[in-house]
């Protein structure tokens, strides 16, 4: 369960409303896979992700990233039961994708870093608390069906 | 893991930027730090860490400041910070998973304030020159 108060809601609104969900996700995971190199062994069957270049329009993480954002974007609606929200897709990752939660953790700090680029100033401090506190959250709610 | 020349060349052509606002870059990165993770500000029980400080523009200049030493000499970061990694090994012994939280928050400053410069292949070499910087600082911890 995460607590924000009106305030960090409306923050979190804001940024969500402006968010281009496709841009962002592709981003995001491609930026995961150029910068922890090894996260790539979750992905064999995305085809070509040998440079940088190809890693980014790799056509595939684009769509792969895109879900991952729109789920958490989901998750935003159930922060009083994150826990429950992401049940499923917990149990998804231990026992079909074989993650280790750990790597929830570098999509997030790199998410954050995805935001920070596109919203530059915007950006604040105290913006970027709430959503490090939001995706912690949603880890640890992906981690929770973990056995 | 060592930087290629690729990443030494992205490092140092993106600190002739950064070094025009290294304060105000180490300042936020400090903020960043503070405001996402409050226990960080336990090693700061002397310090004024309310946002625009004296302390916390003092604080951040002298971190850029090191990092700036360290992108110097780009090829011995070991010997340009082997007097800072006496310091946090000896006296101030900060727990080494707060590196990576500064390092995490370092490089969302530069991606606030660079967004077109901050490429997939420039946050790979500052993420990688950051965890090296990192490993340095605490490498005599033990």
């Avoid at chain 1, 792969?64 to 989901?74: A, C, D, E, P, R």
């Avoid at chain 1, 596109?118 to 608390?129: D, L, R, S």
């Avoid at chain 2, 030493?69 to 900060?94: F, M, P, Q, T, W």
Wanted: charged letters at 20%.
């Amino acid at each position: 369960m995460v607590h924000l108060t009106a305030e960090e809601k409306a923050a979190v609104s804001s940024l969500q409303g402006k968010v281009k969900v496709d841009v962002v996700g592709g981003e995001a995971l491609g930026r995961l896979l150029v910068v922890y190199p090894w996260t790539q062994r979750f992905f064999d069957s995305f085809g070509d992700l040998s440079s940088p270049d190809a890693i980014m329009s790799n056509r595939k993480v684009k769509a792969h990233g895109k879900k991952v954002v729109n789920s958490l974007i989901n998750g935003l609606k159930n922060l009083d039961n994150l826990k429950g929200a992401f049940a499923k897709l917990s149990e998804l990752h231990c026992d079909k994708l074989h993650v280790d939660p750990e790597n929830f953790k570098l999509l997030g700090n790199v998410l954050v870093c995805v935001l920070a680029r596109h919203f530059g100033k915007e950006f604040t401090p105290q913006v970027q608390a709430v959503f490090q506190k939001v995706l912690a959250g949603v880890a640890n709610a992906l981690a929770h069906k973990y056995h | 893991m060592s930087l290629t020349k690729a990443e030494r060349t992205v490092i140092l052509s993106m600190w002739d930027k950064i070094s025009t606002q290294a304060d105000a870059i180490g300042t936020q990165a400090l903020e960043r730090l503070f405001a996402s993770y409050p226990q960080t500000k336990t090693y700061f029980p002397h310090f004024d860490l309310h946002p625009g400080s004296a302390h916390l523009r003092m604080h951040g200049a002298k971190v850029v400041a090191a990092l700036g030493e360290a992108v110097k000499s780009i090829d011995n970061i070991g010997g340009a910070l082997a007097k800072l990694s006496e310091l946090h090994a000896y006296i101030l012994r900060v727990d080494p998973v707060n590196f990576k939280l500064l390092s995490h928050c370092l490089l969302v400053t530069v991606a606030s304030h660079f967004p077109a410069d901050f490429t997939a292949d420039a946050h790979t070499a500052w993420d990688k020159f950051l965890s090296i910087v990192s490993a340095v600082l605490t490498e005599k911890y033990r």
